[in-house]
């Protein structure tokens, strides 16, 4: 079985729904950072296939936006690690459910 | 010697600014003040006479320095100053003649308490009326004009608590404000005709050719208008009104407007403009000429006989000047510009001179200026005497020994050869008997006859007043050197025509004819007036307070034709028809005015706020009644719709995620579908 672009894309594609599942599913607010981050991994990897099988694949440009586009990713998830331990912090509980002051 | 010429406005400068320091001083730095004043002074007269040398180089020297005020448009407003004979020698005469009248006044003001005040409005009407003789421009000319004007009302109502003072220089002000209106309106048109002010620019000026052809025919006009402004100034016929009731300043003042400043400024601007007047003349003779001898013939005689019917010492010299201003006037209308300069200068001093005379005996009777109450002073101020004797002859035209004798033969030969008429001649001659008359009875009232009541514990002057007296004395006679006919430098120079001496032109037909005139007025004052004072030195005891009311006694005159001496006694009424007449017409006009203001524009304006508020109270009801209420329902619709948009948002960060989600899955399909 030889890589294709369509089976990357597939890949893609189930994990960008694993990740979309968790964001939505679980109440935690952890786990929903992580669901997050899978759906940039799946964008990653996406980005990376589209490199890879395009007509005159030139050794390090895709492989480096790819690690800057994580590099991006590490600062967000710090950013919004901070910001759970903030909420934390304040509300005693990182149970998304219970965070509903932007209710109007 | 050319820089003199640019540097000619220091001439003014030298008064203006030691007024300006003047006024900076304290009140109680008295003898600073006069020092400043007369340093001023002299500093002009200085100046003036090394101005002078350069014009006695050449027969009709002028020279005139130009230069750009300010620009408007693509138009330059330049003015400049001149330099010629006319201006020269009136710069002499003023700046000499003011000299002589400031070191008076340090005199004769000495118990003023406000000196300083007083010297610094003094020097600045010296500075204002020197300007007036180098303006080079008619609106240099204009403003300086302007200048003298205000300081002759700052002058007249110098003690201003009295309210004759100021009433007389309110009316000093606005009588010369009409005539200067006229000026006005005449230099508008002039600038309109010609398109240019200055006087000489190298052929270009509006009193040279090219500029008084651009005129034409409205030259006459302009002429007139600009002789108006002269009227004003000069106190000739319908505006002299204001002349005699400026005798109300202090008596220094009255001989500054008299003899130097203020009223030689009208027959100045005539001669000065004078090709304007002679423009397109027929030998000699142009209607603006004739109206400018018309006035001053009727001038001269009124203010003549009006002088024979008043008693103040001071009212009868303004008269005379009124009528020797109009003996001027007849002698520029008549052609004769040099021969009425020339007794413009000569009158400068005598007049200063009958001014200071009659301000040194007003001092020594303390402040009394009735003639009437005077009486005998001839033994008691030996040197005013003498002096005021030799203005007296001077001013009636004595001839021989003095200037004024001389220049007024010089006026009745130009009258006599003037071709349009010789009313004006036999006129002029009746003027000179006339003026001969009333001096004299000037004469034998102050000094001749018994002591009267004001010439009790009577005092010579201090020599500080004196002093100019005698100066001016001098010059009164000593002037008559370059007038005569034998040696007409004067004449000559102003006209700008080499000097012959011939001794034999010394004895000419009209020497006798005035001699003999003068001869007439005197003798018929001593006939008329000389025992009139005696009988009332008989009359009234030198002693005793009771005497006071008897000072009004009869005139000779009065006894004789009473009804004449009081219709002289009162001026000719002029001022009693002026109050009638003009006076009554504006306070009308004011009144008219005042009620038009009151009812009608005012109404008119009240009737305007009233459809303002009206429209105001209809405003605010389709405001509160239809805006407001649309304005609300909006507002509720709004709220409503708010609140259902609220509702929507439950605060769960997931619900968002997941519509995010939903969002771009449709997107998707969108995309999907149209592709």
Same mark, same amino acid.
């Given at each position: 079985m030889t890589p294709t672009l369509q089976l990357f894309l597939f890949v893609s594609a189930a994990l960008f729904c694993i990740g979309l599942l968790a964001a939505l599913s679980r109440r935690h607010a952890i786990f929903i950072l992580i669901g997050i981050e899978m759906m940039l991994a799946a964008a990653n990897l996406n980005f990376v296939a589209f490199w890879r099988f395009s007509p005159q694949p030139q050794p390090p440009i895709g492989v480096m936006v790819a690690i800057f586009s994580i590099a991006i990713a590490a600062a967000e998830a710090a950013v919004g690690l901070a910001l759970v331990i903030a909420i934390y912090r304040h509300y005693r509980t990182t149970n998304v459910d219970r965070l509903d002051q932007l209710k109007g | 010697?050319?820089?003199?010429?640019?540097?000619?406005?220091?001439?003014?400068?030298?008064?203006?600014?030691?007024?300006?320091?003047?006024?900076s001083l304290a009140n109680s730095r008295r003898s600073a003040a006069a020092a400043l004043a007369i340093i001023g002074q002299i500093a002009a007269l200085t100046l003036s006479i090394l101005a002078f040398l350069p014009t006695l180089q050449a027969p009709g020297y002028r020279s005139v320095h130009n230069f750009t005020w300010f620009t408007f448009g693509e138009q330059a407003l330049r003015i400049g100053w001149?330099?010629?004979?006319?201006?020269?020698?009136?710069?002499?005469?003023?700046?000499?003649?003011?000299l002589c009248i400031f070191v008076f006044s340090a005199g004769y003001m000495a118990d003023d308490k406000n000196l300083t005040r007083f010297f610094a409005y003094l020097s600045f009407f010296s500075g204002a009326m020197l300007g007036v003789v180098i303006a080079n421009s008619l609106l240099l000319l204009f403003v300086f004009?302007?200048?003298v004007g205000l300081a002759s009302y700052l002058l007249i109502g110098f003690w201003i608590h009295k309210p004759s003072a100021a009433a007389a220089a309110k009316k000093a002000f606005i009588t010369t404000r009409i005539g200067d209106l006229g000026f006005f309106v005449g230099i508008l048109w002039l600038y309109g005709g010609s398109g240019t002010l200055l006087f000489y620019d190298g052929g270009k000026g509006c009193l040279e050719t090219a500029g008084l052809?651009?005129?034409?025919?409205?030259?006459?006009?302009?002429?007139?208008?600009?002789?108006?402004?002269?009227?004003?100034?000069?106190?000739?016929?319908?505006?002299?009104?204001w002349l005699p009731d400026a005798m109300e300043g202090p008596t220094p003042v009255s001989a500054l407007v008299h003899a130097a400043t203020m009223v030689a400024a009208g027959v100045f601007l005539v001669a000065r403009?004078?090709?304007?007047?002679?423009?397109?003349?027929?030998?000699?003779?142009?209607?603006?000429?004739? @109206?400018?001898?018309?006035? %001053?013939?009727?001038? &001269?005689? =009124?203010?003549? !006989? #009006? /002088?024979? $019917?008043?008693?103040?010492?001071?009212?009868?010299?303004?008269?005379?000047?009124?009528?020797?201003?109009?003996?001027?006037? @007849?002698?520029?209308?008549? %052609?004769?510009?040099? &021969?009425? =300069?020339?007794? !413009? #200068? /000569?009158? $400068?001093?005598f007049k200063a001179l009958l001014f200071l005379g009659a301000g040194s005996v007003i001092h020594g009777c303390h402040h009394e200026q009735d003639i009437r109450k005077m009486g005998g002073l001839r033994s008691l101020m030996p040197i005013s005497f003498l002096t005021y004797a030799i203005g007296m002859m001077t001013l009636s035209g004595v001839p021989f020994f003095f200037s004024g004798g001389w220049t007024k033969e010089e006026i009745l030969h130009a009258t006599a050869h003037w071709h349009?008429?010789?009313?004006?001649?036999?006129?002029?001659?009746?003027?000179?008997?006339?003026?001969?008359?009333?001096?004299?009875?000037?004469?034998?009232?102050?000094?001749?006859?018994?002591?009267?009541?004001?010439?009790?514990?009577?005092?010579?002057?201090?020599?500080?007043?004196?002093?100019?007296?005698?100066?001016?004395?001098?010059?009164?006679?000593?002037?008559?050197?370059?007038?005569?006919?034998?040696?007409?430098?004067?004449h000559s120079y102003l006209t700008g025509e080499p000097a012959h001496f011939d001794i034999a032109l010394l004895v000419q037909p009209m020497l006798f004819v005035s001699l003999a005139l003068v001869a007439v007025g005197i003798g018929l004052g001593f006939v008329m007036y000389g025992k009139a004072g005696q009988l009332a030195t008989g009359r009234v005891r030198p002693t005793g307070g009771q005497n006071r009311h008897r000072t009004a006694e009869m005139d000779p005159l009065e006894r004789a034709q009473p009804a004449l001496f009081h219709f002289l006694e009162n001026k000719m009424w002029l001022d009693e028809i002026y109050d009638r007449t003009v006076v009554a017409w504006s306070r009308m006009a004011a009144h008219v005015s005042d009620w038009m203001d009151r009812h009608f524009w005012d109404g008119l304006v009240r009737g305007f706020a009233g459809l303002g508020q009206l429209f105001g109270i209809f405003s605010a009801n389709f405001d509160e009644r239809w805006i407001n209420v649309r304005v609300d329902?909006?507002?509720?619709?709004?709220?409503?719709?708010?609140?259902?948009?609220?509702?929507?948002?439950?605060?769960?960060?997931?619900?968002?995620?997941?519509?995010?989600?939903?969002?771009?899955?449709?997107?998707?399909?969108?995309?999907a579908w149209l592709a």
């Open positions: - | 010697m050319s820089w003199i010429v640019t540097s000619l406005w220091l001439i003014p400068a030298a008064p203006l600014a030691a007024s300006l320091i003047i006024l001149v330099l010629d004979s006319l201006a020269a020698a009136m710069l002499v005469m003023i700046a000499l003649v003011g004009w302007e200048l052809l651009g005129l034409g025919a409205s030259a006459t006009f302009v002429a007139l208008l600009i002789f108006c402004g002269a009227v004003g100034k000069s106190g000739q016929f319908p505006l002299h009104i403009v004078y090709p304007l007047f002679s423009f397109g003349a027929i030998d000699g003779v142009t209607p603006s000429l004739v @109206v400018v001898v018309s006035i %001053g013939t009727i001038t &001269a005689l =009124m203010a003549s !006989l #009006i /002088a024979l $019917g008043q008693f103040d010492i001071k009212r009868i010299l303004a008269y005379s000047t009124v009528s020797q201003l109009g003996l001027m006037m @007849v002698s520029l209308g008549v %052609g004769g510009v040099a &021969a009425g =300069m020339m007794h !413009l #200068i /000569a009158h $400068g001093f349009a008429s010789h009313i004006p001649h036999y006129l002029m001659l009746a003027g000179v008997v006339l003026t001969a008359l009333y001096m004299t009875r000037q004469m034998i009232y102050i000094f001749f006859g018994n002591r009267r009541a004001a010439s009790e514990n009577v005092h010579e002057s201090p020599p500080i007043m004196t002093l100019p007296l005698i100066v001016l004395a001098i010059c009164s006679i000593a002037f008559s050197v370059v007038l005569t006919p034998a040696w007409r430098w004067l329902e909006t507002m509720t619709g709004t709220r409503r719709l708010g609140r259902v948009m609220s509702a929507w948002h439950s605060g769960q960060i997931q619900t968002y995620l997941g519509m995010l989600a939903v969002g771009m899955l449709a997107l998707l399909i969108l995309y």
